[in-house]
């Protein structure tokens, strides 16, 4: 009986154990929380960057998304880079974090404002403006001298420019006009880099690279009445381009640290020709040329020197040397112009003309000069012009351009002024005058080359290459 009670004991347990033990009920879980951005709309200038103020309460990375404006860039890490002006619109989103944050976004402007470019110093020269007509060429005194001074020919008797500079209030003998007119060429993006500015007129181009941080280049050594179109290029890529159109009365030219330097082109003649610019050039000394001054030679394109210096200070090489290839020159060592030259130094003058039509016929612009580009060389260029058919009057008003040019050049130490065209200039012109006989001016010089050596050919033909 009592092993009866003990089985059913035994098996009722199991039983009762089995039925107390219930199934584990899961711990409810917490809702994610809600994701949060907290951010600012920005402002940035072109060409620079700004980074994003922004903050999440999720543990996922903040990701930046551009619209299609393309006024700005992003980073991965929220550096905006200004690109052009202009608004644009940015997304800032978060993905969700599995049972902890949601997901979540928000949309901030940005504005990309134009950088305005820093005013240039007040001093530069002008700017010059696409589709400019008037760009003078010329320096403006000397312009204005030419346009108000005629003098007759056959009368070297007076000189008109002491009064015309006092009433003009123009400094003269010495004065500070030889050189040309200078304009800018200016742009505006301060991002550019490496930038070059091209600079083409009908026969050539040349290149201009800006100083440090500067947004503009200088340019001058322009030729009157001539049609030019510039570019200005950054890595390459055009940022701006233009035209304009020179007016002006003479070619002036600066090759820096040489003074009193011009081209004998654009006369008229009697024949109602014009002088070929670029072929024949007269001025002063070549001594302490700086590097813009031997680039300046370059784009001109001298390729011969006639040195007329005398002993006392005449070089035993050309100065072109080093600067261009394939150049020609000629110092025939010759110690006073004016009558002396013409008549005591004949030899020594057929030398000098025969270079200049020599180098002419080869194509070799050549550039002739003394000490100051005034005595010996205002007798070669009284022939030059004489021979090509420049009236007289408007030949001795050449010779008076370098009076306008400093110290050293108008005017040797112990001067004060140097008025020679009453005295020295009347004596050359003289000499010229008498060989003339009843003819004209340029008469005179065909019948004074002749006698000296030149023959008629290589006159027809000087004259053939210099006239247009």
């Known amino acids: 009986m009592k092993f009866r009670y003990l089985f059913v004991t035994l098996l009722v347990l199991p039983v009762i154990v089995c039925c107390g033990k219930k199934d584990p009920t899961p711990e409810p879980q917490p809702d994610p929380v809600q994701a949060t951005i907290t951010a600012s709309n920005i402002t940035v200038e072109e060409g620079s960057t700004a980074q994003i103020t922004a903050s999440t309460n999720s543990t996922a990375p903040i990701v930046y998304t551009p619209d299609e404006s393309g006024v700005y860039t992003v980073s991965e890490t929220g550096l905006v880079t200004g690109v052009k002006a202009g608004n644009g619109n940015l997304k800032l989103s978060v993905a969700a974090v599995e049972g902890k944050f949601t997901a979540a976004e928000t949309t901030i402007t940005v504005t ?133 159109d020179t007016v002006g009365k003479l070619h002036q030219v600066y090759f820096k640290n040489m003074r009193n330097s011009r ?86 003058t057929r030398q000098c003309m025969q270079f200049i039509f020599d180098m002419v016929d080869q194509n070799k612009p050549v550039y002739f000069h003394c000490s100051l580009g005034r005595d010996r060389t205002g007798t070669v260029a009284m022939l030059t012009l004489g021979i090509l058919g420049v009236p007289e009057g408007d030949i001795s008003q050449e010779y008076e351009i370098t009076q306008f040019a400093p110290h050293g050049y108008a005017t040797s130490d112990g001067e004060k002024t140097k008025m020679t065209r009453r005295v020295d200039y009347k004596g050359a012109a003289n000499v010229i005058w008498g060989y003339a006989g009843e003819g004209s001016f340029q008469d005179g010089v065909n019948a004074y080359l002749l006698e000296i050596g030149i023959s008629q050919d290589d006159i027809n033909k000087f004259k053939a290459n210099m006239l247009q």
């Open 263 to 348: 081209d004998l082109g654009g006369w008229k003649t009697t024949d109602g020709k014009t002088i070929k610019y670029r072929m024949v050039y007269r001025g002063g000394r070549f001594d302490g040329l700086a590097k813009s001054g031997k680039n300046a030679i370059k784009v001109e394109g001298l390729k011969a020197e006639l040195d007329l210096r005398g002993h006392s200070d005449v070089s035993s090489d050309s100065s072109l040397k080093g600067i261009v290839d394939d150049y020609d020159f000629c110092a025939p060592v010759i110690e006073e112009g004016y009558s002396q030259m013409l008549q005591q130094d004949k030899e020594k």
């Open 112 to 244: 990309v404002s134009a950088v305005t470019p820093p005013e240039p110093p007040a001093d530069i020269p002008p700017e010059i403006v696409d589709g400019a007509t008037d760009i003078l060429a010329t320096n403006a005194n000397v312009e204005k001298f030419l346009t108000d001074i005629q003098y007759p020919t056959h009368d070297c008797s007076f000189t008109s420019l002491l009064t015309w500079a006092e009433e003009n209030n123009v400094d003269v003998c010495p004065g500070k006009s030889d050189k040309p007119s200078e304009y800018t060429i200016r742009w505006t993006d301060q991002t550019a880099q490496n930038v070059v500015v091209t600079v083409t007129e009908p026969t050539r181009e040349w290149t201009y690279t800006p100083t440090a941080n500067n947004l503009y280049v200088t340019i001058t050594n322009l030729l009157p009445n001539t049609h030019y179109t510039f570019k200005v290029e950054s890595n390459g890529k055009v940022i701006k381009q233009g035209s304009f």
